[in-house]
């Protein structure tokens, strides 16, 4: 039963109803205030209302504070992801309550922040702010539309992937420019990444404790997922690798070295080598592609690398020239016995 009070000229309505929490709204007439309360108790009376008040009272703005002081700085790339947040809270959508949002805010949010930004980085923005809402759902609870507005909002299609494979030669040449660095890892850094396949963080935070030298043995701490879902992966290495990593035998981990002051030194090795197109990330590629070269199947690279998505690995062995010639003189072999029955 809803019950009706007016006061300094608005009416109050409250609705106290068994096993569902107590309301009320302040409207300017009665007969707005009516609708309302016939509205809500009918739903109440089918089983089909829903508690959104905690969602009323809240904007996206809310939800972006909370997740960047309470999750974010469980995550090992903290700093970039809070410099993310920091920038969503700059656009006009984020001021808005979260029962008002709808799907063309965010596409009109996609379309300004898509100015001057790549089309990844875009898809970033938005995949973030998906998973801010899927937590404030499960982990908050904050009863939420069951429909996720920015599920209906298109990603954009990436076609940006990187085919850049170091020759020997090439390769010569990083060595002998990072050589010459006065950052004295560099160069060690470098062979050590060509040589596993290894991300820069992986390599950044790889502890003494995660090597294994008798069993020959190195473990990767996954720096790219949550905590609690975080794929650490162990690799088989071998006397070269070991061998770079007894250069370093004092402190917690093999290589600590400031991200800016890595990148700073490893830019001007790569300048002085003309490789000014190389990336550090690159180094994975030419892993990969010396992987496939020297015969293991995707599957077998892809447990090394620590890819999931095998397809991307599939464009090395489009790429892999040695790789294609073994496959024409297997090819030209099956032809020739065809040929001679």
Not at 189 to 216: C, H, P
């Amino acid at each position: 039963m809803a019950y009706f009070r007016k006061r300094n000229k608005k009416w109050k309505v409250e609705i106290n109803k068994p096993n569902f929490p107590r309301l009320s709204r302040t409207f300017l007439d009665k007969a707005t205030a009516r609708k309302w309360a016939r509205d809500i108790e009918s739903r109440m009376d089918r089983n089909i209302y829903e508690d959104f008040s905690s969602a009323e009272s809240s904007t996206l703005k809310d939800l972006i504070i909370k997740y960047r002081d309470e999750i974010v700085p469980a995550h090992k790339a903290a700093r970039s992801t809070t410099s993310k947040l920091n920038l969503l809270l700059r656009f006009k959508v984020v001021h808005l309550g979260l029962l008002q949002l709808r799907s063309h805010h965010f596409y009109k949010f996609k379309k300004e922040i898509s100015v001057g930004r790549a089309p990844k980085t875009v898809n970033i923005y938005l995949q973030l702010l998906k998973q801010i809402w899927t937590t404030a759902k499960k982990e908050w609870s904050i009863n939420l539309p069951a429909q996720n507005p920015l599920a209906l909002v298109s990603l954009y299609k990436v076609r940006n992937q990187r085919e850049i494979i170091l020759t020997d030669e090439e390769y010569a040449r990083l060595l002998a420019a990072s050589a010459r660095s006065k950052l004295n890892s560099l160069k060690d850094i470098i062979q050590f990444a060509y040589m596993t396949g290894a991300r820069l963080n992986e390599i950044m935070f790889l502890k003494r404790l995660d090597v294994d030298f008798s069993k020959k043995l190195c473990t990767f701490v996954d720096v790219k997922s949550h905590l609690d879902h975080r794929e650490n992966r162990t690799i088989p290495i071998d006397e070269s690798v070991i061998s770079i990593l007894k250069k370093y035998p004092f402190g917690e981990y093999f290589f600590k070295v400031e991200e800016n002051k890595f990148r700073f030194y490893f830019n001007q090795a790569r300048w002085k080598a003309k490789l000014d197109h190389f990336r550090f990330h690159d180094l994975r590629s030419s892993f990969c592609s010396n992987c496939i070269a020297n015969g293991l199947s995707i599957p077998e690279t892809a447990r090394l690398s620590g890819h999931k998505d095998w397809k991307v690995l599939k464009r090395y062995v489009r790429l892999n020239k040695q790789y294609i010639d073994k496959i024409r003189v297997k090819v030209e072999a099956i032809n020739v016995v065809n040929f001679r029955k």
